[in-house]
Every structure is written in C-alpha cells, then in structure tokens.
C-alpha cells in the first residue's frame, strides 16, 4: 500500500491506546502529519459528546475528509451523528488489523479521487472551491471512476451539468481505468428531438427505413459505442420510445429502424435534466422501469444562491477567458454587487452578465461599477438582499440544537461579520472596520490575540488553516468552519479539551 498523509487526534482515548493506534497506522503506511501537511483527518474517540461532534465538524471544514474511529465503548455510538457532523465514514477500533487496513484503504481510494478531482480542476474548466462543489465532485468522480453504473445528474438550469458529464466522460476513460476506452461524449439533446426522427437519433436507420431516409445513417447509441454517452434533457424523451431506450440501456442491444439484426453497443450512461423526474413518474409521464434504468447514482448541482463563495471565483475565470488575459481587479462595490445578486439562470446567467461588463470594460484599471450595464444595475429602495436569510436563520436553530450558549453564539457571530469583511476587503483593517462600524484597533486586537488570521492569509484562493498537534492534551484548531455557520465564513480559534 501506497503511504498516505492524514492528521490524527484523540478525543478521550487513553494515552496507550493513542500509541497504540498510532503505530499501527504508521505501520499500515499512514504516516501522521501536521494539519498543513494533511489533507485527511482521522479523530479516534473514545465517548460521544457535543464536543466530539463539534470537533469533527471543525475538522470536516478543514480537511477534506475526516475518518471518526470509534474506540472502546464509543463503538455502540450510532454512527449517523458523526456523518451528519460532517466525517466522511466511520470506523470500529480493533487490534487484529482489520480497522487499521479498512481506514488505510478509504485514505487511499480518497487521494486517488483527490487527484482526479484536482486534474479535472487543474485544465480550469470547472471553477468553484465552495465546500458543496468541492463534494459534489468528489462523488461525481467516486461513482465514475469506480462504477459502471448510470448517472443521473439534475438540477437548476445553468448549474454545470453538463460540464459534469463530460468530467464524468473523461474520467471513465482516464488511464488505468479500462473501462472505456474513448473519452469522447457523445450528445443526444431530447429537448430538441423532432418526433417523426427521434427513433433514428437514437438507433440510426437504414436506407429507405422511412421517407426520406436517402442513406443508412449510425445513432446515438453506435456512435456512444466504447464511450459516453449523455441523455440531455431526459425528460423530454417520447413516451412511446422509453421502452426501447430502456432495452439498448439494460442489454446493451438495439435494432437500427429498418433491419431485423441486433446490433450490440456498450457506453457509459450519464443522463442530466432540470426537470423533477421523480414528479414525472409520479405523473406518468415518465417511466418508472426507465427511471431506475438511469438513475443508478443520482447528483444534484447546487445552485448558485447555495454556493456564493463561487461566483467571484467563477466571475474572475469568465472575465479572464473573455479578455484573454489575466483578469483585472474587480473595485470593492462590483464584488459586492456580484456576489449579492440573484442568479435565476445560474452560472450560465453569471457568464452572460460577465460577458456584458467586459465589454463594456475600456481594458485598462479596475473594472468598476460604471461597466456594469444600467439594466443590470440594482435599481429602488430594495437595496440589498433580505437579511436575516433563511440560511442564517437555518443555522443559528442548528446551533440551538447542538447545545451552543447565546454568549457562544453572539462571539462568534461576531467574529465571523469580521472575517467576512476583511475578506471583502482583501485583509484591508480600515475598510473592513468601516464597513462594520468598528473601530480599526478591535480587530487589531482580535488579531493580536490570534483568533484572525493575518493580512497575508486574504490572498486569493486561501483556505482556512488549522494548527492542530493532536499529541497533546488541548487541540488547537485554528480559523476552521463550523457547520452551523455561513459558509464563506471562518472562524477564530476553538479550544478542545480531549483528554
Ligand atoms: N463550475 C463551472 N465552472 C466554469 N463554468 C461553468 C461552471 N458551471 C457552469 N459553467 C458554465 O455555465 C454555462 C452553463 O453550464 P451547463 O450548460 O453545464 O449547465 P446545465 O446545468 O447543463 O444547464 P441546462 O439545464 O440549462 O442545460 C456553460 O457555459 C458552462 O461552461
Ligand atoms: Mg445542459
């Protein structure tokens, strides 16, 4: 086994017990990191507690996955808890090897899909660092890597599910994967199929299978033949046709309109709609043998209001791509508009407005609020979004339940208005301090006292950092997310006492 780095700590394990776990990971070829270093982290325990739970959510915002062991009489613990805090899996303790080889291998199926995940990123065609993207595409590439089965990505329109399938496409195919051996994508668009040729766009047909049918002419399915194939808009295929869509799909075996010879076709299934399926089949208007044909793993693409963290990210990436070269700085008023407004159309709809501001830019300086259109500029007394949303209000009943104090609470709002403006204000203490209504020298001093990173830390793309040693007694664990709070925000230092 390949070695792999993951961060450790123990939550009330005896110090024995801890020396113990740890030698036999080292000798599985875990080899235990600082949290830098790591991108997996692994919280053994030995009780369930709030604060256990706590410690794996900040753990969760921190690294990619966190692996919760449970040792002792934690391992009766329900396990949903942990998931729920944010832990990727679980795992019982026991000496014979068998826990240490379970937690080996999941650390090395994660760092392969991280490298997966991480080359598709790197070709820059899919944007977005928000948490939800960043699963998201974990488990795309998790079921397209290691499955053969369906895929069925829905979702608002506008949301990248397109772009997704062709991530899947090219990692179905990606060396050492075997499976197909074309990382082509082959498109149906059902939206678009005329009713008297959607069988031929599927099966082909053969000269003079119909009136107009001049030359015998391949489908979808033969050209998909050792690739993927994507089902755009499934939803909108014919009814009459679902039952022999539903055929080449399960035996991989379809009939070209015109001839009696079966024709065999193997391809990688990806289907994508914005439509709610399940409501179709419910209302008949979609099969249900079908349904379950291509629904063998099902993703939802967030929309944008879900991931806001993305649209400045994805702003800058479509701004550079028009302009062809590296992007301007967007002023301070532009980014805040972007990142407030409403996006009905998604990303799509982000790219239309990106595309409208840059022409409009002169191409030299910031882009400022004068290239944003006047139709798109925010017009009335509405002013910005409603505030509280939905979200915070979703988030602050979330920390209620987990027991958080108010005192708890207002802190750390508090501190994470902080962060969020210093973050607009790329690591700027005035404009930040102005922004809040605060004085510059209480942030100085919050920053003194270490509970907010310093202005080095607000370059771009910089993730929240975590210092945690895991030997000792306290773990420190440093600017880290917690579930329950918004999720660009990060927050100070949390003391945990574990053990
Ligand atoms: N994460 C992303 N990074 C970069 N570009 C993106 C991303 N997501 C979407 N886009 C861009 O937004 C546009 C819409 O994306 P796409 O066509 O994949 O959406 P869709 O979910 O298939 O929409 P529809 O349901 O309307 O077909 C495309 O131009 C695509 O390149
Ligand atoms: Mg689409």
Known sequence: MQPCTAWFCSYRCSPSLEAEIRAHLDAAGVQIAAAEESPFGIVCFAEMSNELLSLVRTAAGRFSRVMAVATGAATAVPAWHLLEAGAADTVCWDNNGVATRQIGGKLMRWSEIDGLVHAALSEGLLV?????????????????AYSTA???????????????????????????????????????????????????????????????????????????????????????????LQPHILRCIQEGTYKRLGSNVWQKSTFRLVSATNADLEEMVTARRFRLDLYYRVAGCVFR???????????????IHFLGKLLGRTPPELDSHLRDYLVNRDYPGNVRELYQLIQRIAARYSGSGPITPGDLPEEDRPVGPGGPRAWPSEGFMRSISEAVLLGTSLKQISKTAAETAILAAMESERGNVKRAATR??????????????????GKENYAPKTEPGVDAGGSGNLVEIDRVKETWTPHSARLPSIRLQTA
Not at 128 to 144: K, M
Not at 301 to 315: G, M, Q, S, V
Not at 438 to 449: G, V
């Open 128 to 144: 977005g660092h928000s948490a939800a993207w960043q699963s998201l595409l974990r488990r795309i590439v998790e079921a397209a």
């Open 301 to 315: 693409t967030p929309p944008l209001r879900d991931r806001r963290e993305d649209i400045l990210p994805l702003a």
């Open 436 to 453: 809040l209504g605060i004085t510059d020298r209480a942030i100085q001093a919050r920053r003194a006292s270490g509970r907010l990173p």
């Open 150 to 240: 369906p895929i069925l990505l829905t979702g608002e329109s506008g949301t990248g599910k397109e772009l997704l399938a062709r991530l899947v496409s090219k990692v179905t195919a990606s060396p050492g994967n075997g499976r197909m051996p074309r990382r082509e994508l082959v498109t149906v668009d059902c939206g678009t199929l005329a009713p008297e040729l959607s069988g031929s766009e599927f099966f082909g047909h053969e000269r003079g299978a119909f009136t107009g049918a001049y030359l015998a002419r391949d489908g979808a399915f033969a050209l998909a033949d050792g690739a993927t194939l994507l089902l755009d808009e499934i939803g909108e295929i014919p009814l009459p």
